[in-house]
């Protein structure tokens, strides 16, 4: 009997402890349903966004390339003789004008030299008119009248010598342009080769820069460029392409263009980083964006457009689709899409890379940067 009673406790306690844990799990599947419920019912809030308008704008095809300022004429003056400096007749950053007198160099010994040499070659014409003038007498053997023909024209090669030693001491501006910082000073014992100053043509000036070879087929001599340079900011240069080398590169692929700039006010100095854009065809019309609005990426790029539509609650909202395409050109905060996109439509132009196909957007532009083809920080 009491083994009976035994068992019934146990199975009392069995059967409650059984019917509490479904009574738990009932409760839990019941909270677990509803949270559930819950999640599938709740859309997340709207992405703030910006937005632009797909503009047609009239571009102007240009190429746009870094370079080195270059002097159309530049050479290193110096001394082709050994020589003490004797006079300097100008002053360091001053213009010069072709065959102005620079330096000279000490030419005393040459020029006492030159006297006797005069003097013997004045006598060499004498004697050379008393043979000429026996020979014609039939006094004198042909052998005299050729002796004396040859010492006149040595004593006169050996004038012109002296002349052109004298010549080569002072020294002259080869050309117009302006002398940089001298180099020499009065009383300085020089010798042959010794740099007297830099002398630069910079009106007009030149500016050399490298173009890929996919540029040789609209890039051509004659075309306008524009030159700007870090050191004048906010100036600018008009000029034209004189020449594109007629070769290429074969490490680079890489072609050397140079163009022409007007310089009147020498501001502009060789060697000197320029930026150089070319106008290398007529104006065309083009699709332009903020770039901003671009998502880059390997597989393509895209953007989001902005249009009505509804949310993941089946509710009317603004959303986003998500477009491919084909940019072009890019000038500024711009840039020119060729595929996937006409003119008008309103797209995403600032927080696309936290959107997905489909997302809810709240458009807010009172904050939108201004895009500009040609940019400009805010203090000028």
Request: charged letters at 20%.
């Amino acid at each position: 009997m009491r083994s009976g009673r035994h068992w019934r406790q146990w199975l009392l306690v069995v059967g409650g402890l059984l019917v509490v844990v479904g009574l738990l799990g009932g409760v839990k599947a019941v909270q677990i349903v509803t949270m559930v419920r819950a999640t599938e019912a709740m859309v997340p809030p709207p992405e703030a966004v910006t937005s632009a308008k797909v503009q047609a704008a009239r571009w102007e095809p240009t190429r746009s390339a870094i370079g080195s300022l270059v002097a159309v004429r530049g050479v290193i003056l110096g001394a082709e003789l050994a020589g003490t400096v004797r006079e300097i007749s100008f002053e360091s950053g001053a213009n010069v004008t072709r065959g102005q007198v620079l330096v000279k160099l000490d030419t005393s010994t040459e020029e006492a030299q030159l006297a006797s040499a005069l003097a013997d070659a004045s006598l060499a014409r004498v004697n050379l008119g008393r043979a000429q003038r026996l020979h014609r007498g039939e006094a004198n053997a042909k052998a005299d009248l050729d002796a004396a023909e040859a010492r006149a024209k040595q004593a006169d090669a050996l004038v012109a010598s002296l002349r052109a030693t004298i010549a080569k001491k002072i020294i002259r501006a080869p050309f117009d342009g302006r002398v940089a910082i001298r180099q020499v000073e009065l009383g300085q014992v020089v010798s042959s080769g010794t740099p007297i100053a830099s002398l630069q043509s910079v009106t007009p000036i030149y500016a050399d820069f490298w173009l890929p070879q996919q540029a040789l087929a609209d890039v051509r001599a004659g075309q306008r460029a524009v030159l700007r340079t870090d050191a004048f900011a906010g100036s600018e240069w008009t000029g034209e392409v004189t020449t594109v080398n007629p070769e290429v590169d074969p490490a680079t692929r890489n072609v050397r263009v140079r163009g022409t700039f007007a310089n009147p006010d020498g501001r502009l100095k060789p060697g000197m980083f320029a930026n150089v854009t070319i106008s290398s065809g007529e104006p065309r019309s083009v699709l332009v964006i903020p770039a901003t609005a671009v998502m880059f990426a390997p597989y393509g790029d895209s953007v989001f457009a902005i249009e009505q539509g509804k949310d993941a609650a089946g509710r009317p909202a603004t959303v986003v689709r998500q477009k491919f395409v084909r940019t072009g050109e890019r000038r500024g905060d711009l840039v020119a899409v060729t595929d996937g996109l006409t003119e008008g439509e309103t797209i995403v132009s600032s927080g696309a890379f936290k959107l997905r196909n489909g997302s809810a957007v709240a458009v807010n532009d009172r904050l939108a940067p201004a895009a500009s083809d040609a940019p400009r920080p805010a203090d000028e």
